[in-house]
Nanobody, 125 residues
Framework: QVQLVESGGGLVQAGGSLSVSCAAS????????MGWFRQAPGKEREIVAA????????YYADSVKGRFTISRDNAKNTVYLQMARLKAEDTAVYYC??????????????????WGQGTQVSVSS
């Protein structure tokens, strides 16, 4: 199991950009499928993006497609989420998630086993 720590959240104006990072402990990070989820007040947690261990496969929720980019650096045990053209509705706590299941078994429910503590992203309109 990996330990996950998110960083980089904050307040940004609508239309702006922000990046969040997730640092993972453990020597097997490179073998994990990684994901970003978010939970807005009063709403259920939802998948935002996911990336396979090699970075060769990615998934994006329709609401962020074309605006967000997920990437990973296995040498640094870090996964990133770059967010552009942010909207007020992107405001949420963003969570990093990891799972040893391969890309072909992580979906369609994106059932991840390890979670970070979350980082707040607030977009002002």
């Amino acid at each position: 199991q990996v330990q996950l720590v998110e960083s980089g959240g904050g307040l940004v104006q609508a239309g702006g950009s922000l990046s969040v990072s997730c640092a993972a402990s453990g020597r097997t990070f490179a073998a994990y499928t990684m994901g970003w989820f978010r939970q807005a007040p009063g709403k259920e947690r939802e998948i935002v993006a996911a990336i396979s261990w090699s970075g060769g496969f990615t998934y994006y929720a329709d609401s962020v497609k074309g605006r967000f980019t997920i990437s990973r650096d296995n040498a640094k045990n870090t996964v990133y989420l770059q967010m552009a053209r942010l909207k007020a509705e992107d405001t949420a706590v963003y969570y990093c998630a990891a799972d040893p299941k391969g890309w072909d078994r992580i979906g369609p429910n994106f059932d991840f086993g390890s979670w970070g503590q979350g980082t707040q992203v607030s977009v002002s309109s």
